[in-house]
């Protein structure tokens, strides 16, 4: 969630007073942080919502300006949410099948924040395995691994991509975390040469990867399920929209 601070008008408020009231608000936005994450984790509550998370980013990300832009914006509340409560990523390990130095590696501590537990190096059959059999786990994957080739677990889907923006995506995040529809939404599906060729009768898609005959592939929007024989569906996530 996004919450806003109100400065008092330009006119009745000084450089020193400015900083000590925003940082009050900040305080106690924190609280309020704080309270709903302890109550959360207090109920049971499966804390990543990850479609109504991806919308309050681009809510985030709508708010640049000539001081900062939307994506400063959106990785500074990440690192603010990790250090001042360790709140959505505080309950989960993330495991990255890549290497530390990578890109995609350093989405993911842009992403979740400094603050939490992040290791790499990962192989990713291990990594697939492993997060079906805890829910303490989010899993990192490359987009060019050939992990895709084999089914994944039933408990498993994607449920995001990183970088969260249109058309960046290094690797996909996934884990035992039901995909939710966000305003903006892509399905990643695999298939073989005649179902693809039946799926670019009805949908919009990109091709990410082809080995052995076998393609991955993005759709437009959410989808739960396609009636294509010989289709399969590994998740959906919502994006951010730059355009």
Same mark, same amino acid.
């Given at each position: 969630?996004? !919450?806003?601070?109100? !400065?008092?008008?330009?006119?009745?408020?000084?450089?020193?007073?400015?900083?000590?009231?925003?940082? #009050?608000?900040?305080?106690?936005?924190?609280?309020?942080? #704080?309270?709903?994450?302890?109550?959360?984790?207090?109920?049971?509550?499966?804390?990543?919502?990850?479609?109504?998370?991806?919308?309050?980013?681009?809510?985030?990300?709508?708010?640049?300006?000539?001081?900062?832009?939307?994506?400063?914006?959106?990785?500074?509340?990440?690192?603010?949410?990790?250090?001042?409560?360790?709140?959505?990523?505080?309950?989960?390990?993330?495991?990255?099948?890549?290497?530390?130095?990578?890109?995609?590696?350093?989405?993911?501590?842009?992403?979740?924040?400094?603050?939490?537990?992040?290791?790499?190096?990962?192989?990713?059959?291990?990594?697939?395995?492993?997060?079906?059999?805890?829910? @303490?786990?989010?899993?990192?994957?490359?987009?060019?691994?050939?992990?895709?080739?084999?089914? !994944?677990? #039933?408990?498993?889907?994607?449920?995001?991509? !990183?970088?969260?923006?249109?058309?960046?995506?290094?690797?996909?995040?996934?884990?035992?975390?039901?995909?939710?529809?966000?305003?903006?939404?892509?399905?990643?599906?695999?298939? @073989?040469?005649?179902?693809?060729?039946?799926?670019?009768?009805?949908?919009?898609?990109?091709?990410?990867?082809?080995?052995?005959?076998?393609?991955?592939?993005?759709?437009?929007?959410?989808?739960?399920?396609?009636?294509?024989?010989?289709?399969?569906?590994?998740?959906?996530?919502?994006?951010?929209?730059?355009?």
């Amino acid at each position: 969630f996004f !919450l806003m601070i109100r !400065l008092p008008l330009r006119s009745t408020l000084s450089s020193s007073s400015a900083s000590s009231y925003v940082y #009050k608000r900040q305080l106690q936005r924190a609280e309020i942080v #704080k309270t709903i994450s302890s109550i959360k984790a207090t109920e049971g509550v499966d804390i990543l919502k990850p479609g109504r998370e991806i919308d309050l980013l681009e809510n985030l990300y709508s708010k640049a300006n000539t001081h900062l832009d939307g994506k400063s914006i959106l990785y500074m509340w990440r690192e603010i949410i990790s250090t001042i409560t360790n709140s959505v990523q505080s309950s989960f390990e993330i495991v990255v099948a890549d290497k530390q130095a990578s890109e995609l590696s350093k989405e993911v501590r842009n992403y979740y924040g400094s603050k939490a537990k992040q290791t790499f190096d990962h192989e990713s059959a291990k990594v697939i395995k492993e997060i079906s059999e805890s829910k @303490n786990l989010i899993a990192v994957l490359p987009i060019e691994n050939d992990w895709w080739l084999n089914s !994944l677990p #039933k408990n498993i889907n994607i449920f995001g991509c !990183l970088p969260v923006f249109e058309n960046d995506c290094l690797g996909f995040l996934l884990g035992q975390v039901n995909p939710e529809r966000a305003r903006n939404n892509k399905s990643i599906l695999v298939c @073989n040469e005649e179902s693809k060729n039946w799926i670019s009768q009805k949908y919009n898609f990109t091709i990410i990867s082809n080995l052995q005959d076998k393609f991955m592939i993005s759709v437009d929007e959410y989808y739960e399920d396609i009636e294509i024989k010989g289709v399969s569906i590994l998740g959906s996530f919502g994006y951010i929209k730059t355009g």
